[in-house]
Every structure is written in C-alpha cells, then in structure tokens.
C-alpha cells in the first residue's frame, strides 16, 4: 500500500510537471484580462487532464480488477474531462457548457444504474424515498456539485485543498468499502496538483491550473463516491445528511451566491466576485494565501462539525437536516454581510 501511495504520488509529479510544459503547445494557458483573476501571469490550465490521467494510470496497474465494474464512471469522467479541456481552450458558452454537462450525468445514470434513491430520516418519520423522481434527481444533484467545485475554483489551493479535505472525511467514514482505494488514489493526485497549485513558502504562485477539466472531473467523481456511499455500498453504508455535512462548504458558496445574485437582481450563472474566497479576501485584506488557508479550514470545520454531531453526539438525521440548514443560513447572512461592506 506504501508503495502504490509512493509510486502514485512520484507519478503524479512527473505527469503535472511535464504537463506545465507542454501546455503551451496545446493552448491550455488562462491569461489574466478579467478583472475577477488574481494571477498576473499566464499561467497552464493542463491540471486537470493531468490529475486524470495519473488517476487512470495507477488504477490501472494497481487495481486492474475495478476498472470493469466501473467503467462507465471512467468512460463519463473523461468526458467531463474533454468537456472542460474545450472550454479551458476555446471557452464555450455557459450555456452549452451546462446543457453537455447534463447529457454526460444523464447518459451515465441511465446506463450505470446509479441513483439517489433514499435520502434518510429527513424529517423524524421515517426513511424518505425519491421513488418515481430518483432518477432526475440524481442527475440534478450531480450537475450540481460539479458546479459548486467549479464555482470554488478561483484561488490558488482553495479547490484542490478542500477537495483533498473532503474525499479525507470521505475515506475516513468509507473504511474498507470497495471503492476506498479509489477514494484514495485521488487524494494521493489531488496532493501532488497541491504542491505546484497551492501557494507555499517556496511558491509564490501557482505553477499550473487545474481548470474546468480538473473542476467538473473530480466534481463528478465526487458525485458518484457521494452517491456510491450512501446509496450502493453494502459495507459501510453512509446516511445521506452525513455526506451532505461533509460536502457543505461548496454546498454553502454555492447557495450563498444564488442567492446574492437573486437579491441583487443578477443572473442565476452570471460570473461575478460574490463567492466567499473573493469577498473575505477584498474585506479583510488578505493574502491569496491566508484566505485558501482560512477557508480550506472552514471546510474542514463544517465537515468535521457534521461527523462529530452524528457519530460522537449521536444525532438523529431529521436534526443533522435542520442544523445543516442553520449554519448554511448563517454562512449566507455573514457573507451577504461583508459583501455589503464594502
């Protein structure tokens, strides 16, 4: 296990740095002309491609003997992935964008058999079901939480370091489930894109991008562990209100956001500076740095919070539901608050 950790990771490294170089030939570079960017310099946007890559490699040579069953989360993730190269180069509309993300998320659904099809004790009654509506729910859901990860994606380490976050709390609450190898595979990638897309104290910008290749892959596959370990796995299976706590600071931006555009009378997709990282950086005059730090830590919190209400305090789903709703509310209040501000 060390060494498919080890060799994963050198792969990794190897596969994002030769990716830096060669993305210029290919035209996946963001250049810094809107005025929502906070880079300076053009700058790769190959991240993505190359943390999926890394991620097919060694589960290929490591775990030979899940690629059949999971084929069409492989075969749909690089569609996500080849969707989000397209718009990294020629940059297509939001719209059109949104509409492939939907055919890709329905079309694996259909075929996969993955739904949503129990939600919990939402509300003290007894297990909820989707029944007759799983099916677009679960496609709603999914397109969703790509979303929110790519919404998040707007400072150096703050996408990457809060997915690293939550497929942790993911694997930790997963234990020996079968698909915990995969969980880990992608944290072992997500770390190494970290070193060279994360500010640190020997890197003052980030060297590479995982753009909305990276963004909407590792979203959908986000969507499908989410929904794996809560709905199909027979080991160790999660209450839906538990991964949703897990998952709540992308949940949070993205309500957040929605609703700040509503009451300003803006767009629902329209691209704007109302996100948390762009708010609490410009109200507190941070670095990029101290605020992906700050809100990677907020997302920990927020997950952490919801683990240790259900598998400490014992908390029962319909409660896990009401203060899930509170704290998303607060979040909402306090960042409308500072965006007023100023």
């Not at 994606?153 to 020996?176: C, E, K, Q, Y």
């Amino acid at each position: 296990m060390l060494f498919e950790i080890f060799f994963t990771f050198i792969t990794a490294c190897a596969v994002i740095a030769l990716s830096i170089l060669l993305a210029p030939k290919f035209g996946l570079i963001d250049h810094p002309h809107e005025a929502r960017k906070k880079h300076i310099t053009p700058t790769p946007t190959s991240g993505g491609l190359a943390i999926f890559l890394t991620i097919i490699f060694s589960l290929t040579y490591y775990h030979f003997d899940l690629l059949d069953s999971y084929f069409y989360l492989l075969l749909a993730t690089g569609a996500c992935v080849v969707i989000g190269v397209i718009d990294d180069i020629f940059h297509i509309r939001a719209l059109v964008k949104m509409l492939l993300q939907i055919l890709i998320v329905s079309i694996f659904v259909i075929l996969s058999g993955l739904k949503i099809h129990y939600l919990g004790d939402l509300f003290g009654f007894g297990a909820v079901g989707t029944r007759w509506v799983a099916i677009p729910f679960t496609i709603f859901c999914m397109v969703v939480l790509m979303n929110a990860i790519n919404w998040i994606d707007g400072m150096d380490g703050l996408s990457g370091g809060i997915l690293f976050i939550i497929f942790a709390m993911l694997l930790l609450v997963a234990g020996n489930s079968i698909i915990a190898p995969i969980i880990l595979t992608v944290m072992v990638v997500i770390f190494a894109f970290l070193l060279f897309n994360m500010r640190w104290p020997w890197l003052k910008k980030a060297k590479i991008f995982m753009g909305d290749a990276g963004s909407l892959g590792l979203g959908f596959v986000l969507a499908w562990v989410v929904i794996y370990l809560t709905q199909i796995d027979a080991v160790k299976e999660i209450p839906p209100m538990v991964a949703v706590w897990i998952i709540s600071y992308p949940c949070f931006d993205m309500i957040s956001s929605v609703l700040n555009r509503i009451v300003d009378k803006k767009p629902i997709y329209s691209a704007d500076n109302l996100h948390a990282h762009f708010i609490i950086k410009q109200k507190f005059n941070l670095s990029v740095a101290m605020t992906s730090y700050l809100l990677i830590l907020l997302a920990t919190i927020y997950g952490g919070l919801g683990l240790i209400l259900y598998y400490i305090l014992k908390m029962p789903e319909f409660m896990l539901l009401i203060n899930w709703l509170l704290v998303a509310m607060l979040h909402f209040l306090v960042i409308r608050k500072f965006a007023k501000s100023f």
